[in-house]
């Protein structure tokens, strides 16, 4: 009659609940201990090892600087971070820096550096971090010395200054030719036109009053719109000029681009102008339109005839100016040709005017367009002239819009190691190792821990469940052999020697026994068990103990008991209750045995015993023989249970054997040592013979952590204990 777990609420996935979870950590604590202290202990090692780093820093500001001439090409000079990154870790930096400080003074703290050792420290040691205000930045240096940082932070932040004041003139003395180009256009343009507004007055007289108001305002109107035409015109041509240089990055030159290069620059040109189109309509393209779709498409193959092979990738920040700087032309372009469409119409009104009116009036008008024409290009040399003014200014500034708030200072102390953070860590690894092992051990255990593993991997019903038994080593007997791996060795055992005392003793251990007992009962109410053998899958799981105080349990009952060791190999019972081997069961097997002399008083009422008798070469012959059936019915008809002690049933056949002549087999199983496997291989050679299979006992179950699956026991234990309180 066994007792089947209910099904708890708080079972986990998997079947187990959390207290086998727990039950888990606290078999495997010792694995988690080492874990956690090893850990701990690398943790320790690696904190004494750090080095001291000391740390100086300066603070800088980064002004925003922007010109006429920026706004007017749409371009502001504000710099992301990385862009004072790239220059912070660029060689010419980094070796500005190197050779400020000077090798002697690397050496006095690395004696065997390199120059290329040094400047890699140097890319190393510093950082350029913004801070909580707008523009400010913390420029950090870290070094092994006070001294060496210092120098790394003071001179890195001169250098730093220095090479962005450079970085920024070569930017200025770029636009600056370029502008100095368009000054040269338009001072052509400007000539020609004083030339041609001059020849025309010497030839036709001051005819500039000889108008009429309408006329007068057409052609003010036409000249302010020319005006505006040129300057516009300037613009998409600077506009051109920085496509053109962002162009070279980007694409082929001229004289290598090929006729595929050229029909996707068309069509990316026609695709463009088709959505400003759409765009101009008032049609909206939500999302990723087709021709979104297709200028991506045609943008990725242009890129591709700029990178050969193995060539870097192009810079993203170029290829998104590129796009921006496209569109930005295109709408140029198209608002131009709107206007000088515009400007048209304004030529056709004056002309028109001009067939109803007398030559005065032409002459007059075209005096006036060639003086504003003049006024337009003079207007613009005078803003180009302006634009590179400012451009010089800003080319011969010393600071390039960089400022020292805060200047270096040589550190007092090191920087904080932040011990307790790593110790911290250090644990929390430990015990995640730790557990990690624990469960991946648990995982990989292969032995039959609970009743469940007994029914799920063996098929047997569980009768008992014997508790660990605490003892003394003075409870313990040393049991000498012969060592099979020693041929002339003596080997000691020491096996411990609990014998219970049913009768004036009451404990967990005694009511285990005392439930199995009950178990074995019930099993065959009707017909009950008479003869029962106790076996196990292997050596050390317990079996002559349990059967031994399973004995007991019966005799105390009144029962008239008799104990068979018939495990001739290594017998235990004879050890167990002081006796002698001699005389025993292979003594039976004479020719008239006297049962009187065999069949031995333990000392305990109610209880006879069998030892193992004299050595035999051949105990199975004398199992299997037809003898020891007659020997078996002798007993059964002189005593009410008898009980058979045999050797494990994996290593030799002598329970399989007996298993013919007797009532019921249990199979003795020890928690947490027996081998699943090796004790399914005992379960399946007992039934290849036909052997009468009764159930499991789970010995040496654990009971001294609360989180265990025998909860019983502990109410138990705990009710026997406080009778002694």
């Known amino acids: 009659?066994?007792?089947?777990?209910?099904?708890?609420?708080?079972?986990?996935?998997?079947?187990?609940?959390?207290?086998?979870?727990?039950?888990?950590?606290?078999?495997?604590?010792?694995?988690?201990?080492?874990?956690?202290?090893?850990?701990?202990?690398?943790?320790?090692?690696?904190?004494?090892?750090?080095?001291?780093?000391?740390?100086?820093?300066?603070?800088?500001?980064?002004?925003?600087?922007?010109?006429?001439?920026?706004?007017?090409?749409?371009?502001?000079?504000?710099?992301?971070?990385?862009?004072?990154?790239g220059i912070l870790n660029s060689r010419t930096y980094l070796e500005m820096v190197f050779d400020s400080i000077g090798m002697n003074v690397f050496a006095a703290t690395f004696p065997k550096i390199t120059r290329d050792e040094a400047i890699s420290y140097i890319q190393g040691s510093f950082s350029l971090k913004p801070t909580s205000y707008t523009s400010f930045y913390r420029f950090n240096a870290q070094a092994k010395t006070r001294e060496l940082?210092?120098?790394?932070?003071?001179?890195?932040?001169?250098?730093?200054?220095?090479?962005?004041?450079?970085v920024a003139s070569e930017q200025t003395r770029r636009t600056v030719s370029e502008i100095d180009k368009q000054l040269q256009t338009i001072r052509k343009k400007l000539e020609q036109a004083e030339v041609d507004f001059r020849s025309y007055k010497e030839r036709t007289g001051d005819v500039s009053g000889g108008t009429t108001p309408e006329l007068k305002t057409l052609q003010s109107v036409y000249s302010e719109n020319m005006a505006q035409l040129g300057v516009k015109e300037a613009d998409l041509d600077a506009e051109n000029k920085q496509l053109a240089l962002l162009e070279r990055k980007l694409t082929p030159l001229e004289q290598e681009r090929s006729p595929e290069y050229l029909k996707l620059r068309s069509k990316l040109s026609e695709l463009e102008k088709e959505k400003m189109r759409l765009e101009n309509l008032g049609i909206k393209l939500t999302g990723i339109s087709t021709i979104d779709r297709e200028v991506a498409e045609i943008e990725k193959q242009l890129l591709q005839y700029k990178q050969p092979e193995g060539a870097q990738t192009i810079d993203t920040r170029i290829v998104k100016q590129w796009q921006e700087l496209r569109k930005i032309v295109l709408s140029k372009e198209g608002d131009l040709e709107l206007f000088k469409r515009k400007l048209d119409s304004y030529k056709s009104a004056i002309a028109s005017y001009k067939k109803g009116n007398p030559d005065l009036l032409t002459q007059s008008l075209e005096l006036q367009r060639l003086e504003r024409t003049r006024q337009i290009y003079e207007t613009i040399y005078n803003f180009l002239l302006n634009k590179a003014e400012e451009e010089r200014i800003k080319s011969s500034a010393t600071s390039a819009g960089i400022k020292v708030v805060d200047i270096p200072r040589i550190a007092g102390s090191p920087i904080p190691k932040n011990q307790n953070r790593f110790y911290l860590i250090g644990i929390l690894v430990g015990l995640a190792l730790g557990l990690l092992l624990a469960f991946f051990a648990e995982y990989n255990d292969s032995t039959i821990k609970s009743n469940e593993d007994v029914e799920r991997y063996l098929g047997l019903s569980v009768l008992g469940t014997i508790p660990h038994i605490v003892h003394d080593k003075k409870n313990e007997m040393e049991i000498k052999r012969t060592s099979s791996r020693k041929q002339k060795g003596i080997s000691v055992l020491?096996?411990?020697?609990?014998?219970?005392?049913?009768?004036?003793?009451?404990?967990?251990i005694t009511e285990a026994y005392r439930s199995l007992r009950t178990n074995l009962a019930y099993i065959s109410p009707d017909k009950p068990l008479q003869a029962v053998l106790l076996t196990s899958a292997g050596p050390s799981e317990g079996k002559s103990l349990s059967i031994s105080n399973l004995a007991l349990a019966h005799a105390q009952m009144g029962k008239r008991t008799l104990l068979i060791d018939t495990d001739l190999r290594r017998p235990i019972q004879h050890h167990l209750f002081g006796l002698k081997r001699e005389p025993g069961f292979t003594e039976m097997f004479v020719e008239k045995p006297d049962y009187a002399s065999i069949i031995r008083p333990t000392g305990r009422e109610n209880l006879w015993i069998i030892t193992a008798g004299i050595f035999s070469p051949n105990p199975a012959e004398l199992i299997g023989s037809q003898r020891m059936a007659e020997h078996i019915a002798y007993f059964r008809k002189n005593f009410d249970m008898i009980f058979f002690d045999t050797p494990p049933a994996v290593a030799v056949t002598d329970a399989a054997l007996l298993s013919t002549h007797i009532d019921g087999i249990i199979l003795v199983v020890k928690s947490h040592h027996t081998d699943r496997e090796v004790a399914q291989r005992a379960v399946q050679s007992l039934r290849n013979v036909g052997a009468k299979l009764t159930g499991a006992i789970l010995n040496d179950i654990d009971l001294t952590h609360r989180y265990t699956s025998y909860g019983y026991y502990k109410y138990y234990y705990h009710y026997y204990k406080s009778k002694t309180d």
Request: hydrophobic letters at 45%.
């Open 149 to 166: 940082a210092y120098l790394i932070a003071s001179i890195g932040t001169d250098a730093f200054r220095l090479q962005c004041q450079e």
């Open 494 to 508: 020491a096996y411990p020697k609990q014998l219970l005392n049913f009768a004036g003793e009451d404990s967990i």
């Open 1 to 85: 009659m066994i007792a089947t777990n209910a099904t708890n609420p708080l079972t986990l996935r998997g079947g187990m609940q959390l207290k086998d979870y727990i039950g888990v950590i606290m078999r495997r604590r010792w694995i988690i201990i080492i874990a956690l202290l090893s850990v701990v202990a690398s943790t320790v090692f690696y904190v004494t090892r750090i080095e001291d780093v000391f740390e100086s820093s300066s603070t800088i500001v980064i002004e925003e600087q922007t010109t006429l001439i920026d706004q007017a090409m749409n371009f502001g000079s504000t710099q992301s971070l990385s862009y004072y990154q």
